[in-house]
């Protein structure tokens, strides 16, 4: 469930602070501390995993559960207009946590 080591498990855990948007039974929503856009926030399921290929069952119905939050979450902090969403895997695309996280981004209109 939780990894002792995982700085998104602590966030989750409250041992560090984060700014919370929201956050149910299966996930957690919180402003990313070195915002890339307007808005930037990380959407995090409970359950700690680090890839999409760690995938299951019970984990692929929390993605889904995520992705059917993300809109209205979305929308109530800033971005009514629009967003982007990110996974990071691995090395190569510059994963630094390994806790699954889709990054959410808008608040502006983005230049890339
Ligand atoms: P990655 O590059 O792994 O896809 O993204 C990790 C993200 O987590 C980065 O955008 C980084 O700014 C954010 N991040 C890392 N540590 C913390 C933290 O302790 N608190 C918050 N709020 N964000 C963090
Ligand atoms: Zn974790």
Redo the contacts with the bound molecule.
């Keep these: 469930m939780y990894d002792d080591n995982c ?1 998104f498990c602590k ?1 989750i855990k409250g041992e ?1 602070p ?2 919370k948007v929201y956050e149910d039974d299966k996930m957690y929503v ?5 915002p ?1 856009a307007k808005v ?1 926030l ?1 959407a995090i399921p409970k359950d700690h995993f680090k890839l999409l290929s760690e995938m299951n069952g019970q984990r692929a119905m929390v993605i889904a559960y995520m992705l059917s939050k993300i809109p209205q979450i979305a929308a109530d902090n800033g971005c009514a207009n629009g967003y982007r969403l ?1 996974v ?1 895997q691995g090395d190569d ?5 390994n806790h699954l ?1 889709i ?1 959410i981004l808008g608040g502006e209109n983005l230049p890339w």
Excluded: M, P
């Design positions: 700085t966030i560090i984060s700014t919180f402003k990313d501390i070195e890339k930037h990380l990110v990071n695309a510059g994963q630094t946590v996280h990054h």
